[in-house]
């Protein structure tokens, strides 16, 4: 029996004794939800509907909790009620109810876990954004591993979800970097303002191998070329940096298609409309005060030049009329304070900030070596880049690295941790449990012992302290993914799969034989322990899967 599953019988029970005694059943909810205690010795599963329908029916919560008491433990599958404190209900299962839910984990494979609880929501989710100046840094790569992760988790609880890079080809950062790779390919230092590292002059070679007369023209058409030769080429190195992470976008946004098809002036022509425009020395404002924002914020400056506030409303005013309802923006953490001047543009544009527009702030990553932080990159000259972290740790480490802990934390990454083929390393410890699954199916189908059809499963075999412990941890995903996608908190997959399940599994596995031992008989008992150990396969595949981390069959 799942979570889910019992839930209903709650509620079932609530509507037989509401029927019984002539109560409203207008104040029963629509659905209800159960919950594991803190402390096991209180039963496997806890309820609170006795406490939430006391007041709107006028009956003392511990009588009304006495009466669905009495209605539960005639439900098949409950072994026991008790009543505890002011009204809560401690739920035992019987061990068939209980170990039923190897079963349903096996049979739904890849689907479980997954479920409708954001269907209808059509969200659109903008992560990393570096500009095409230089390799994706650690910071950006924080964001790549959390974006793209939480992607997959709004994809699982029913969102339709469209993942988007934004990237400025356009403005005073591609107007340095151009000069920089016009400077190399001179053989000059680069600008005072400019960027340094080793591929820049990689850059340049490749440019001036594609337009071998570069250097003969002036220096502002020969800036040009390299602006957008450079950009492409540099684009197209994050585009395949990124791929290899495992993170591919459904859109690639330029920013320049915000000019060159006049949506910055109709972002201004939705506002003027709006009513909150004001011309005052020769420049164009945008009243965000009136939204809760410390001042208003120029749009077009008086020499005519547009600000990046009004690429932002463009591209913001984009989204929206691509039909995106939610939009959901990644920022790094020197962004705090566009939260403000953003949600106070969505109010200017007729939206609600709280419904439509959703900023995230990730926190500095740090790699550290020896206990010293790893502080720059041979080839970028001043930054840690996302192929530094993965040739230090890997692809698996470095996703799993960066999406377990929230991302408005501070994050250590220790190279030596991360790469220790240890119980103390969080990502080995999961993939462990992978492999160990996989490894036991893999021995019983070699000694003839298989899993069997469904109707010949004894889930009232389960009935170990340590296996119920383990069945209880499984029942937790669909819940945990639910609320990680909802909280937009990939980390808490992360944690529940070490903490909970790998937890839960050691402990079973050192207790609960699966496999015969010599030429002992394979029984029933071996058979619903195999349903359980690939039950627990499922579960940690699925969940390292919304992580983009492999499950491995051997490691």
Excluded at 68 to 84: M, N, Q, T
Excluded at 347 to 354: L, Y
Excluded at 503 to 514: E, G, L, M, T
Aim: charged share 25%; with cysteine; proline share 4%.
């Amino acid at each position: 029996m799942t979570p889910a599953e019992l839930a209903s019988v709650v509620l079932t029970a609530a509507h037989a004794v509401f029927s019984e005694r002539g109560l409203d059943h207008a104040a029963l909810p629509e659905r209800t939800a159960v919950e594991r205690p803190r402390n096991p010795e209180h039963g496997d599963y806890a309820s609170t509907l006795a406490l939430q329908l006391s007041k709107k029916v006028g009956v003392p919560p511990r009588e009304l909790a006495a009466a669905l008491a009495d209605e539960l433990s005639r439900a098949p599958g409950v072994k026991s009620v008790e009543i505890a404190g002011p009204g809560f209900l401690n739920i035992r299962l019987d061990a068939a109810a209980a170990g039923q839910l190897a079963r349903v984990i096996v049979e739904a494979g890849a689907e479980y876990g997954r479920s409708d609880r954001l269907a209808g929501e059509k969200i659109n989710l903008e992560f990393v954004s570096a500009n095409p100046t230089g390799p994706v840094h650690i910071g950006g790569v924080r964001w790549a591993a959390v974006g793209d992760a939480l992607s997959r988790l709004l994809r699982a609880t029913g969102a339709e979800v469209g993942t988007e890079y934004y990237f400025n080809d356009a403005g005073s950062q591609i107007d340095r970097f151009a000069r920089s790779l016009l400077a190399a390919a001179k053989g000059e230092p680069a600008p005072e303002d400019g960027y340094g590292g080793a591929y820049i002059a990689e850059i340049a070679a490749e440019v001036q191998a594609r337009r071998p007369d570069v250097l003969t023209m002036d220096d502002a058409a020969a800036q040009e070329v390299f602006r957008i030769e450079g950009v492409a080429l540099m684009f197209d190195e994050i585009r395949s940096s990124l791929r290899d992470f495992g993170v591919e976008f459904d859109t690639y946004f330029n920013e320049k298609d915000l000019h060159d098809r006049g949506e910055l002036d109709l972002a201004l022509a939705r506002l003027r409309q709006q009513g909150h425009l004001y011309e005052s020395e020769g420049a164009t404002w945008l009243r965000t005060t009136d939204f809760g924002d410390d001042k208003d914020r120029v749009l077009r400056k008086s020499n005519g030049e547009w600000t990046y506030f009004a690429a932002d409303c463009a591209y913001y005013l984009d989204k929206r009329e691509r039909g995106f309802e939610r939009v959901v923006i990644m920022l790094g953490a020197d962004h705090h304070g566009y939260i403000g001047r953003m949600k106070a543009m969505a109010a200017c544009f007729g939206d609600d900030p709280e419904r439509n527009l959703e900023i995230l702030i990730g926190q500095l990553v740090n790699l550290l070596r020896d206990g010293a932080p790893v502080r720059m990159s041979k080839r970028a000259g001043t930054v840690v880049t996302l192929e530094d972290l993965v040739d230090a740790i890997g692809v698996d480490a470095s996703r799993y690295a960066l999406a377990r802990y929230s991302s408005d934390s501070p994050i250590d990454i220790d190279v030596e941790l991360w790469t220790r083929a240890t119980r103390d390393n969080p990502v080995y410890y999961v993939q462990y449990v992978a492999a160990r699954t996989a490894g036991v199916a893999r021995n019983a189908a070699e000694m003839g012992l298989v899993q069997g059809d469904a109707d010949a499963f004894r889930p009232e075999l389960l009935g170990h302290e340590k296996e119920n412990e383990l069945l209880k941890a499984l029942a937790e995903f669909p819940a945990v993914v639910a609320t990680a996608a909802e909280l937009r908190e990939p980390h808490r997959v992360a944690r529940y799969l070490e903490e909970s399940v790998a937890a839960s599994f050691h402990r079973f596995y050192d207790n609960c034989r699966v496999l015969p031992l010599g030429d002992e008989e394979v029984t029933d008992l071996h058979r619903a322990r195999l349903w359980l150990n690939n039950a627990t396969r499922t579960v940690i595949a699925n969940g390292l899967h919304l992580l983009g981390v492999s499950a491995p069959e051997r490691m």
